[in-house]
């Protein structure tokens, strides 16, 4: 995808969706890593943001 803003609490997608069959995550925390929450389980995982915006699909 083309580079686009995201911001903290805002929904995203990632091109692959957690196991729990969501996916739909929240921005809960922003800086040099990207913490987002799983919106189906309530799951967070943390990732360096360059692995983040690779694995971004759309924003919400
Ligand atoms: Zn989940």
Do not use: A, T
């Not at 903290?8 to 925390?29: A, F, T, Y």
């Not at 389980?41 to 943001?49: D, G, K, N, T, Y």
């Amino acid at each position: 995808m083309s580079k686009r803003d995201y911001e903290l609490n805002d929904l995203v997608e990632m091109k692959k969706p957690h196991p729990c069959g969501s996916n739909q995550w929240k921005i809960i925390r922003l800086g040099m890593d990207i913490r987002i929450k799983c919106q189906g389980c309530q799951h967070s995982v943390l990732l360096p943001r360059k692995k983040f915006e690779k694995g971004l699909k759309n924003i919400l």
